[in-house]
Nanobody, 120 residues
Framework: QVQLVESGGGLVQPGGSLRVSCAAS????????MSWYRQAPGKERELVAA????????NYADSVKGRFTISRDNAKNTVYLQMNSLKPEDTAVYYC????????WGQGYWGQGTQVTVSS
């Protein structure tokens, strides 16, 4: 079965850095784009960054451009989100996501999330 396991969250001061990871299993990781979302208290879940299956292309929400970098290691079935120059407004639960397509039907999968708190 598909499993996505996030790790690496924690408490960091404003201006600091953190890297979160998502270990994937149960599907052919190297064949699928991967995404990171986040959800802050009282807010809707939002797309933060996405990366293509080969890692050759990525895109970012305007709010994190220039500060966050998404990457992947297909040999390790892992996708990463490097977060620099963190701001209090980056505080959220960060989720890994993949959409698996079969016969034109897409099924989305989520991890359990990892909490990132930016505070002094």
């Amino acid at each position: 079965q598909v499993q996505l396991v996030e790790s690496g969250g924690g408490l960091v001061q404003p201006g600091g850095s953190l890297r979160v990871s998502c270990a994937a299993s149960g599907f052919t990781f190297s064949s699928y784009s991967m995404s990171w979302y986040r959800q802050a208290p009282g807010k809707e879940r939002e797309l933060v960054a996405a990366i293509t299956s080969t890692g050759g292309s990525s895109n970012y929400a305007d709010s994190v451009k220039g500060r966050f970098t998404i990457s992947r290691d297909n040999a390790k079935n892992t996708v990463y989100l490097q977060m620099n120059s963190l701001k209090p407004e980056d505080t959220a639960v960060y989720y890994c996501n993949v959409v698996l397509w079969t016969a034109g039907w897409g099924q989305g999968y989520w991890g359990q999330g990892t909490q990132v708190t930016v505070s002094s």
